[in-house]
């Protein structure tokens, strides 16, 4: 029996170590302690994504300050600064018409009571100097605020005046005097009433120009 098995056996013996000795074992994959190699497709594929990344933050960051622009006033904070110093410009320059009217009629005032002899020529006469040097004085400012300021047509509108004031001044004709009032009565006065008519038009043209930048900078 023994003698049959092993005969039995032999060819099984024989096809094993024929065919199943050449093969190598099989081994359980371990893994590998090195890092995975990554192909250039992928780092650049990565490194477009991160860079759209960064322009999406630089983007979502840059948004709140279009909102912020956009939110702003359209003239933005200079211009809205300018249309306020102008108001106030022609605001200045229409009281210091006004001043100026008030002075030169007081002065016509003046000479119509000494006219009709409602007072002497001292008193005329006294009374008139003492607001010939503030009304040049205020005329003076005005030119200067329109040449400050810009306005060149009102400049150009005013200094006549201010020549003629400083002409005077230097020939010491611009105080009248008590002896000769009688004589340059009706001078003085044609002098005067040329000044309420150029005064009068500025006064308007003040008033215009300060309504106009009123009304554009409410519309802004």
Same mark, same amino acid.
């Given at each position: 029996m023994r003698t049959v098995c092993r005969f039995a056996m032999q060819p099984l013996a024989k096809y094993a170590s024929e065919h199943l000795t050449d093969r190598p074992a099989r081994l359980p994959p371990t893994r590998s302690s090195s890092p995975p190699r990554l192909h250039p497709d992928h780092l650049h594929l990565s490194g477009g994504r991160s860079g759209a990344t960064v322009l999406g933050q630089g983007s979502a960051d840059a948004s709140p300050k279009r909102e912020s622009e956009a939110s702003a006033p359209p003239g933005g904070p200079g211009r809205l600064g300018g249309k306020a110093e102008m108001v106030f410009v022609w605001l200045t320059a229409f009281f210091l018409v006004v001043a100026l009217i008030v002075l030169v009629i007081y002065q016509l005032m003046c000479l119509a009571d000494l006219e009709f002899d409602y007072i002497n020529p001292f008193d005329s006469s006294s009374r008139i100097n003492k607001v010939i040097m503030p009304e040049f004085v =205020?005329?003076? $400012? =005005? !030119?200067? $605020?329109?040449? =400050? !300021?810009?306005?060149?047509a009102m400049f150009l509108l005013s200094v006549p005046m201010v020549y003629y004031n400083y002409t005077l001044y230097q020939r010491r004709q611009h105080l009248v005097d008590v002896t000769e009032i009688f004589n340059q009565l009706g001078r003085e006065k044609k002098r005067r009433l040329f000044k309420i008519v150029s005064l009068i038009v500025l006064l308007f043209l003040s008033l215009f120009w300060m309504i106009w930048s009123v009304l554009s900078e409410e519309d802004e």
């Open positions: =205020l005329q003076a $400012l =005005l !030119s200067v $605020l329109f040449l =400050l !300021s810009g306005h060149w």
